[in-house]
């Protein structure tokens, strides 16, 4: 199957600096990308859709400008958390379809386990 | 709101056995449903995707059916593994995303 690669998988920072978590597609070009938070024992909560050449699309709650997501190229998506707090501490993962945004299985990345001192 | 429900937080079963997991959907009718695989601290790996034609799907030890009158997909393992042992997820596509199920934490006891 398609392969997505995120980088870093595991990341702790301190307070008040910024992070920056990339999520590419290897084996195929991803025009758009998901990306997706999880708390532990939940499920996923979708953060943001990616597009790529164009601007995100942020679910109701979650701060554009607190999680800044770039989509320059098919193959890479990066997700910063700007400015980070404890409270922005979970397990970040991206996705994409190979089939285009909403046809067919999604391939994710490992994630990203961020942890803010 | 579309909606997709797991209502088994948490599954045991015995080695050997068969685990069926339940996804239960409301206020729409999707196209297909999806099952996927996450061990912890790993994203999700997906396992098998079923259409709504399509009563009955498998894949080596794994099968989905999909029962529209019921508004429900099943997921079964058959002859189950200490290795299954993993949170599973159902899912499908809304009107412009993906929907997840809160997922079913299994354990398969040796």
């Given at each position: 199957g398609a392969?997505?690669?995120?980088?870093?998988?595991?990341?702790?920072?301190?307070?008040?600096?910024s992070v920056k978590i990339e999520c590419r597609s290897l084996d195929f070009q991803a025009t758009t990308m998901f990306w997706y938070?999880?708390?532990?024992k939940q499920s996923l909560m979708l953060m943001a859709t990616?597009?790529?050449?164009?601007?995100?699309?942020?679910?109701?709650?979650?701060?554009?400008?607190?999680?800044?997501?770039?989509h320059a190229?098919?193959?890479?998506?990066?997700?910063?958390?700007?400015?980070?707090?404890?409270?922005?501490?979970?397990?970040?993962?991206c996705s994409a379809g190979v089939r285009g945004a909403l046809t067919?299985?999604?391939?994710?990345?490992?994630?990203?386990?961020?942890?803010?001192? | 709101s579309q909606k997709i429900e797991q209502n088994s937080e948490?599954?045991?079963?015995?080695?050997?056995?068969?685990?069926?997991?339940?996804?239960?959907?409301t206020n729409y009718s999707p196209a297909y449903l999806q099952w996927?695989?996450?061990?912890?601290?790993?994203?999700?790996?997906?396992?098998?995707?079923?259409?709504?034609?399509?009563?009955?799907?498998?894949?080596?030890?794994?099968?989905v059916t999909f029962d529209t009158t019921l508004k429900q997909s099943l997921f079964h393992i058959t002859a189950s593994q200490p290795a299954d042992s993993a949170t599973y997820l159902?899912?499908?596509?809304?009107?412009?995303?993906?929907i997840f199920g809160t997922g079913t934490r299994l354990k398969v006891l040796a």
């Amino acid at each position: 199957g398609a392969v997505v690669s995120q980088h870093p998988s595991w990341v702790i920072c301190k307070s008040g600096t910024s992070v920056k978590i990339e999520c590419r597609s290897l084996d195929f070009q991803a025009t758009t990308m998901f990306w997706y938070r999880q708390f532990p024992k939940q499920s996923l909560m979708l953060m943001a859709t990616s597009n790529e050449g164009s601007k995100a699309t942020y679910e109701q709650g979650v701060e554009k400008d607190k999680f800044l997501i770039n989509h320059a190229s098919l193959t890479l998506s990066t997700l910063t958390v700007t400015s980070a707090h404890p409270e922005d501490s979970s397990f970040y993962i991206c996705s994409a379809g190979v089939r285009g945004a909403l046809t067919g299985e999604l391939f994710f990345g490992e994630g990203s386990r961020l942890t803010v001192l | 709101s579309q909606k997709i429900e797991q209502n088994s937080e948490a599954l045991n079963i015995q080695e050997g056995k068969t685990a069926t997991l339940t996804c239960n959907y409301t206020n729409y009718s999707p196209a297909y449903l999806q099952w996927y695989r996450q061990d912890p601290g790993r994203g999700p790996v997906f396992l098998l995707l079923i259409r709504e034609n399509e009563k009955e799907k498998r894949k080596e030890r794994l099968k989905v059916t999909f029962d529209t009158t019921l508004k429900q997909s099943l997921f079964h393992i058959t002859a189950s593994q200490p290795a299954d042992s993993a949170t599973y997820l159902c899912a499908t596509s809304g009107t412009y995303k993906y929907i997840f199920g809160t997922g079913t934490r299994l354990k398969v006891l040796a």
